[in-house]
């Protein structure tokens, strides 16, 4: 079955976005080690799941991102390439190249998903999205970048959990901008 990897931004305090959406908090200027990381995290995924919201900045961020010097690299690439299904209750079709919709249950669909033959799947959230997936328990491997920023408010990923959900660490790894990956899987 194939495994279904949840990569996310999130600060000390536990939160993906300020309660706007806010995602200024976040640390870039990321440097080769980072770097570095993300591509063996992804170099074995050829699908991303994500939800409407998310695709509607993730797609055409990723398209723009290709067609310019700075931004034509091989990550880049990969984020294009790669084959995204997007999760809608609204959109009767896609707009986007390379992109399928998944308008059914989501746990049934991620089921069928992880189901057929491929390598990872990966998704980047949104807040909503990711919460709904781990309240569901499809995610095998979570993969938290933690930032070194304290937001005090905002969106978490945890809160639809009806109990406890327990996690091994698998791996933390600090990189030179101040983020701390930690990669767990649950028990």
Do not use: C
């Not at 300020?18 to 980072?34: K, Q, V, Y």
């Amino acid at each position: 079955m194939r495994k279904l990897k949840l990569q996310m931004q999130i600060s000390i305090d536990g939160y993906v976005a300020g309660p706007n959406g806010e995602m200024d908090w976040m640390s870039w200027g990321w440097g080769d080690d980072i770097k570095a990381y993300v591509k063996d995290l992804t170099a074995p995924v050829d699908t991303i799941v994500m939800g409407r919201k998310l695709a509607e900045g993730f797609i055409p961020h990723w398209a723009a991102a290709v067609k310019t010097p700075e931004g034509n690299d091989e990550f880049s690439h990969k984020m294009v390439d790669t084959a995204k299904v997007v999760f809608s209750k609204t959109l009767t079709q896609s707009a986007w190249d390379n992109t399928t919709l998944a308008t059914g249950d989501l746990v049934e669909e991620i089921k069928k998903l992880k189901a057929t033959n491929g390598g990872d799947i990966i998704t980047y959230g949104g807040a909503g999205f990711a919460s709904s997936l781990i309240k569901a328990g499809l995610v095998d491997d979570f993969h938290l970048f933690v930032n070194p920023t304290a937001i005090g408010n905002g969106m978490p990923i945890f809160k639809l959990l009806e109990g406890r959900l327990g996690l091994k660490l698998v791996k933390a790894h600090p990189f030179e901008v101040g983020i701390v990956a930690l990669n767990y899987v649950p028990v």
